[in-house]
């Protein structure tokens, strides 16, 4: 548990970090986009210096470049909006036709009427005391007011000159040009001195675990190179798209859409909505009718899915390293933090984060909370299940699993793994009988439904010994008579004993678990398995294989230690009698050559 003081030391921290993000932003936003810039432009820089060219040529044909396709495509926005404003009273006409067709279609058309004379009846409701006095009252205090009151004067500007408005006309552009000078300032000297900024962060993070940081700057520069290479792509490919899409249909000014497109898409989720709705506005402005407003909506409806659902999946594989939630959550922080420019740094910002604190212990909680990998193992997470009573998760991670694997590893893996952490659990005293009993449930819910995934019959099974290469005659055993399963100790052998006779029924062993007491007290038993998950001393397996033997004397004992991986002793022989310690073994023990001898195995 976290105490108060270092909780308070903490918030104190992060609020001073954040307060320090929002007063500096304006330099901090310029240098941020400068080093993200560089990490897309750096590959470029590195391909001219294999062609002998020299690094300051390099640089400077990189920045160059960046700058002219930077120009021509603010130069194409240009020409595209001119020619969009000049066309803007027509489509408000036939905006405005629209809009009265629909409403004489409407039933309800009257509704709006009503609603805004309701509205004028309010204004004049609160209008002030004055509006209310009589007419002729009111005339009087007009009069005494205008031989009391000042001659209004009016005081006019001069034109301003030509320097004035051209002052005037550049004052909005001062911010945007600024903060892209000092971009390309830094962006230039960043490629300039990459190498050298990287050795001394290195010495600033510590020069003495020199591993532990290259593998962070490593994992940082791969997964933005991946992210910053593959959205600039499938983004370009997007904008192209819908560009000549629109284009197609007749939607005015389509390549300015489609550059819009490629830039919001960047924006996480409702990057390409915001895209759609420029143009499908349009379309509705331009064409007196529906279709191609109808049109428009199905090329984003098509588009947009298949390439976020379909084409960015095969391309980038896994996610660059965050989970979903974390992109809202980074999305909505960086906005209020740093504004649009914020949005469009979200991304690539937490990405950088989350690989810190791979590599920082301290930070560790950041990679849970933002981080791609699940939080919790597969283990883990069926245990957490069970414990709740609730099977239906569980199963589904079940049937998730059975996609690739086989019901025997989703057992041995998965279910006998949870069930190892509720014994470590219950032998440390923290369950009870209620939540034991819920972990019984879950394991019983989970054998039943998967008792028809890949199962076999016992005739099955004996058909094709050969070709499994399996032997299932029980070494001076009647593979006839079927095999008795008893729970050790506790209610989580009941569990473990439900697995390993579900296995057995897999390999097509007849396999009992419920009237094994009276089966074996009659002499009826061929072979006994006994199955334990907690750590059980040698006594006491003894004295269960001694009372088992008086009760069943020809049954053949197989005694399970399920809980895991027997402590290591170098010094201690190998002994052919060594009890199974994994479902796997100890359908084996079943299923062994007749070359195996003795009635106790695990003695």
């Known amino acids: 548990m976290v105490a108060p003081g270092l909780a308070f030391t903490n918030f104190v921290v992060v609020a001073v970090i954040v307060a320090a993000l929002y007063f500096t932003r304006d330099i901090l936003v310029p240098i941020a986009l400068a080093v993200l810039l560089s990490v897309l432009l750096a590959p470029l820089v590195r391909i001219l210096q294999r062609w002998r060219l020299p690094r300051w040529l390099a640089v400077m044909s990189t920045v160059v470049g960046a700058l002219a396709v930077a120009l021509s495509l603010a130069t194409m926005v240009m020409i595209e909006v001119n020619l969009l404003v000049s066309d803007l009273p027509r489509y408000q006409a036939t905006l405005a036709s629209k809009v009265h067709n629909l409403r004489d279609a409407l039933p309800t058309a009257g509704l709006l009427k009503n609603a805004s004379i309701m509205l004028k009846n309010l204004d004049k409701e609160l209008s002030t005391q004055e509006d209310r006095v009589a007419p002729a009252s009111r005339e009087a205090l007009s009069q005494d007011r205008a031989k009391t009151s000042p001659i209004p004067v009016e005081v006019h500007q001069p034109d301003p000159g030509a320097s004035e408005a051209l002052v005037a006309m550049l004052r909005p552009l001062a911010a945007p040009f600024t903060t892209s000078g000092i971009v390309v300032i830094f962006l230039t000297f960043f490629l300039f001195q990459r190498e050298d900024l990287r050795n001394r962060f290195i010495r600033l993070a510590g020069s003495g675990d020199l591993e532990r940081t290259t593998a962070a700057l490593n994992d940082a520069g791969r997964r933005l190179g991946r992210l910053f290479a593959t959205q600039l792509v499938l983004n370009a490919i997007f904008g192209a798209v819908i560009g000549l899409g629109l284009a197609v249909i007749g939607v005015p000014n389509a390549p300015l859409w489609g550059l819009l ?9 409702i990057g390409a909505m915001l895209a759609a709705a420029l143009p499908i506005a349009l379309a509705a402005a331009v064409e007196d009718g529906w279709t191609m407003t109808l049109w428009t909506v199905a090329l984003f409806a098509i588009v947009e899915p298949l390439t976020g659902q379909v084409i960015e999946p095969l391309v980038c594989g896994k996610s660059a390293g965050l989970s979903p939630v974390a992109i809202v959550v980074a999305a909505s922080f960086w906005t209020w933090l740093w504004g649009p420019l914020g949005l469009l740094l979200s991304t690539p910002l937490t990405l950088c984060l989350v690989v810190l604190a791979r590599h920082v212990d301290r930070l560790q909680f950041i990679d849970v909370m933002l981080g791609d990998q699940p939080a919790l193992t597969p283990q883990q997470a069926a245990y957490q299940r069970m414990l709740t009573g609730d099977p239906l998760e569980a199963i589904e991670q079940a049937r998730a699993f059975l996609k690739d694997g086989t019901v025997a590893d989703y057992y041995e893996e998965i279910v006998l793994g949870a069930l190892r952490l509720a014994q470590a659990d219950a032998e440390l005293g923290r369950l009870d009988d209620v939540r034991l009993e819920n972990i019984f449930k879950t394991v019983s819910d989970i054998v039943e439904d998967l008792a028809e995934h890949g199962s076999e019959s016992a005739e099955e099974a004996k058909e094709k010994p050969a070709a499994a290469g399996k032997v299932v005659t029980l070494t001076g055993v009647d593979f006839g008579k079927p095999v008795f399963c008893i729970p050790g100790l506790g209610r989580l052998d009941d569990c473990a004993v439900l697995l390993l006779a579900d296995a057995l029924k897999r390999e097509g062993i007849e396999a009992r678990v419920a009237g094994a007491t009276t089966a074996i007290e009659d002499d009826n038993a061929a072979s006994i398995c006994v199955c334990y998950l907690e750590n059980v001393p040698k006594a006491r397996i003894d004295y269960a294989v001694r009372r088992l033997s008086r009760k069943a004397p020809s049954a053949r004992i197989v005694v399970c230690l399920l809980g895991g991986e027997a402590p290591s002793k170098p010094d201690a022989p190998q002994q052919g009698t060594e009890p199974p310690r994994s479902l796997k073994a100890a359908v084996s023990a079943f299923t062994a050559p007749k070359g195996r001898t003795g009635n106790v195995v695990g003695n």
């Open 261 to 269: 497109a490629t830039i919001l898409r960047f924006v996480p989720y």
